[in-house]
């Protein structure tokens, strides 16, 4: 029998392919095909009928009426990208903060470690959801030991619930930030320590080490955990656009109408995500740049 | 002589004179070092303080973060054991005061939990095994493979990962209901089974960047011994990718386990609804009920409707303690694995 005998590049060529050949044809079936067919949906009536599901051309009649008919998914629109925009830095900040915490030597450290991922087991879902519903996400050292009413001596009432609220939104951007803090902590693991050493040397104080090298240094770890929590936003269960979607299609049975709202918010994510891809390029292309110089 | 004696006498005033001023200067410079030694000491001192002051207050915050993170844990627990005399009692903040799990029965019986728990098991370690292998064997193509539309292919598992579900969820409904997978495990496991699914193309991302950063000599020296490629990943590369392993199987599991977009959409029969499911119909049910009942009388509310709050947590660890007792046996290794991972790319 005589062998069958490749060259040395296309053997590498398929055997890589046969490595990766798993994933596209999992891309071909439950990504692309479905994106597709959401697409073509997105113009049509879908009707049941004895056959099936019959389609009828509509145009951008779904498109229109979302902006007309429907009441809802605007206002949820607008909520959706009010609360991506506050809370996606806040989290960067924490997140960074809590990393930076962590990745300081101390006695306890791996205990720390263990709470403050907590977030990333319990908080990813229905749990805390429910648990914020029945108040466990208020603190309540700020309604107990009447610091609340030795905090109105000083501040007025107006000026002092909508704080208080914030406090409460935020102990949620805190539950938020696990995964991010987690890309950080191991972002900053790689930063060279000899490169804080040469700093202390030449008289940096820890702010300016901090800026000057930490910040730098981690910022393709930003720009990942920027994209994390974007898309985490978009598209985490409490979503109310979300909501509002699987509430159309599986409620109103309305397949047409949802696949062209998904389609809409799908698009309003790219142009975010395009937006920040832009941002980061010049920023990420500036430090390497310095890197070379 | 006259001049010779007052150059004597010049030169030995110099010299007693240079003689004295290095008498003062050894005096002075010892002066100063005693000084400078003992302010150095004080310096010693001020820095000590200062490193104490610093880490108490590093202290500070990591101990009240953890009462962040902490507190809605052990308000769950708390509340899930108090009954109805402790809800009503005003001294009990934390502590109930009889040991009961009256609350537990309760929850127990209303999610069915074994047949929730084997439904979420299934669904989370079987998704989770599953995403582990298919990821990494793809995750290995991508790290260690230059072809032809490499970098297309890559391109496209960043885009799979930044679609949100979503928008692709009602054909994918329509497909899995055509195949008759409704009502079963398959919606989960096959998405899985190729490196998709629930966030997959994250966890191929992960897996990429663990395999980049591998030196390509164990590799090299096992294909030398004549192994193949197939061969080379499954005995050399896969055994060493434990750490990125560990990482993706406790995401995967944990997020699989939270889930309740997906389960909500293909599993619409009661029997095969998993925990977190089961939780949310229990606190529909249980809100419902507590409406009901703030309508019908007023005097029965304060003793009734607590306790029906009280059993809802109970519900709640009782769907939390699983992947808590995971978490807590893998904790160590988890934190450990992620800083070897190279999660954060680079």
Redesign the interface.
């Known amino acids: 029998m005589r062998r069958f005998r490749l060259s040395m590049r296309v053997r590498?060529?398929l055997?890589?392919?046969?490595?990766?050949s798993?994933?596209?044809?999992?891309?071909f079936?439950?990504?692309a095909?479905?994106?597709g067919?959401?697409l073509y949906?997105s113009f049509h009536k879908l009707t049941m009928s004895q056959h099936g599901?019959v389609a009828t051309y509509v145009g951008g009649d779904h498109y229109r009426a979302a902006f007309v008919t429907d009441v809802h998914f605007l206002p949820l629109l607008r909520d959706t990208m009010v609360t991506m925009l506050t809370n996606v830095p806040l989290i960067l900040v924490f997140s960074m903060f809590?990393a930076l915490?962590l990745n300081?030597r101390?006695v306890g450290r791996?205990l720390?470690?263990?709470?403050?991922?907590?977030?990333?087991?319990?908080a990813?879902?229905?749990?805390?959801r429910?648990?914020l519903e029945?108040g466990?996400?208020q603190?309540p050292i700020f309604r107990d030991y009447d610091l609340f009413n030795l905090l109105r001596r000083f501040i007025p009432g107006q000026v002092l619930l909508p704080l208080l609220e914030f406090a409460d939104s935020l102990?949620l951007v805190?539950?938020d930030a696990g995964v991010q803090t987690?890309?950080?902590?191991?972002?900053l693991?790689?930063i060279s320590p000899q490169l804080y050493e040469a700093a202390r040397c030449d008289g940096a104080t820890a702010w300016e080490s901090f800026w000057k090298i930490t910040f730098p240094m981690i910022l393709?770890?930003v720009f990942?955990n920027v994209?994390y929590s974007l898309?985490n936003s978009?598209?985490k269960?409490d979503n109310r656009?979300?909501d509002h979607?699987?509430n159309v299609?599986?409620r109103n049975n309305d397949?047409g109408y949802?696949?062209a709202i998904?389609?809409m918010?799908?698009l309003l994510?790219?142009v975010v995500?395009g937006l920040v891809f832009a941002l980061f390029r010049k920023s990420l292309a500036n430090v390497e740049g310095r890197g070379g110089a | 002589m006259n001049a010779l004696q007052t150059a004597w006498r010049q030169a030995l005033e110099t010299a007693q004179k240079t003689g004295r001023r290095a008498v003062r200067m050894a005096q002075t410079t010892g002066r100063r070092a005693a000084e400078a030694a003992k302010t150095t000491g004080r310096h010693a001192v001020v820095k000590r303080a200062k490193r104490l002051a610093s880490?108490a207050f590093?202290?500070l915050?990591?101990l009240s973060?953890?009462y962040?993170?902490?507190?809605?844990?052990f308000?769950?627990l708390s509340?899930s054991m108090m009954q109805t005399w402790d809800v009503a009692d005003a001294t009990v903040q934390w502590i109930p005061k009889k040991l009961d799990f009256a609350n537990y029965a309760a929850a127990f019986r209303a999610l069915n939990y074994w047949q929730g728990f084997a439904n979420s098991v299934i669904e989370a370690v079987g998704s989770g095994l599953l995403q582990m292998v298919?990821c990494a064997?793809?995750g290995?193509?991508?790290a260690?493979?230059?072809?032809?539309g490499?970098g297309l292919?890559l391109s496209?598992?960043v885009f799979?990962?930044?679609?949100?579900?979503?928008?692709?969820?009602?054909?994918?409904?329509?497909?899995f209901s055509d195949l008759g997978w409704i009502d079963t495990h398959l919606p989960f496991m096959v998405?899985s089974?190729?490196?998709?699914?629930l966030k997959?193309a994250l966890f191929?991302l992960i897996f990429i960047q663990f395999f980049r950063r591998m030196p390509g000599v164990l590799e090299e020296a096992a294909r030398i011994d004549g192994a193949g490629?197939?061969r080379t990943?499954w005995a050399i590369m896969f055994p060493l990718a434990r750490p990125a392993m560990l990482v993706v199987f406790l995401?995967s599991f944990?997020?699989h386990?939270?889930?309740?977009?997906e389960p909500s959409?293909y599993l619409r029969v009661p029997t095969y609804y998993n925990l977190?499911q089961r939780?949310?119909v229990f606190?529909g049910d249980a809100n419902l009920a507590m409406q009901q009942m703030a309508m019908q009388t007023s005097a029965d509310v304060i003793g009734v409707a607590p306790t029906t709050?009280n059993q809802?947590?109970a519900a709640?660890v009782l769907?939390?303690l699983p992947?808590?007792l995971v978490?807590l046996v893998l904790?160590?290794y988890?934190?450990e694995s992620?800083?070897r991972?190279?999660?954060?790319?680079?």
């Not at chain 2, 962040?68 to 844990?73: D, I, K, M, S, Y």
């Open positions: 590498h060529y055997e890589g392919y046969g490595f990766v798993l994933w596209i044809i999992g891309f079936l439950f990504m095909v479905p994106l067919r959401s949906f599901l809590s915490l300081r101390a791996i720390f470690r263990g709470i403050f991922f907590l977030p990333v087991i319990i990813s879902g229905a749990v805390l429910k648990l029945l466990a996400g603190l102990t805190m539950w987690l890309i950080f902590l191991a972002g693991q790689t393709p770890m990942v994209l898309v978009f598209t269960t656009v979300m979607i699987l299609v599986f397949f949802g696949s998904g389609w918010y799908f994510i790219a995500l | 880490a590093h202290y915050v990591l973060l953890s962040v993170f902490l507190f809605p844990l308000y769950m509340k298919s064997i793809v290995y193509g991508f260690r493979y230059r072809f032809p490499h292919f496209l598992v799979t990962f930044l679609v949100p579900p979503q928008s692709i969820v009602v054909p994918l409904f329509i497909f998405p089974l190729f490196g998709h699914g997959g191929v490629a197939l990943f995401f944990v997020w386990w939270n889930d309740i977009f959409l977190a939780m949310a606190f709050m809802m947590m709640m769907t939390v992947i808590l978490y904790q160590r988890f934190v992620v800083e991972t190279g999660i954060a790319g680079e």
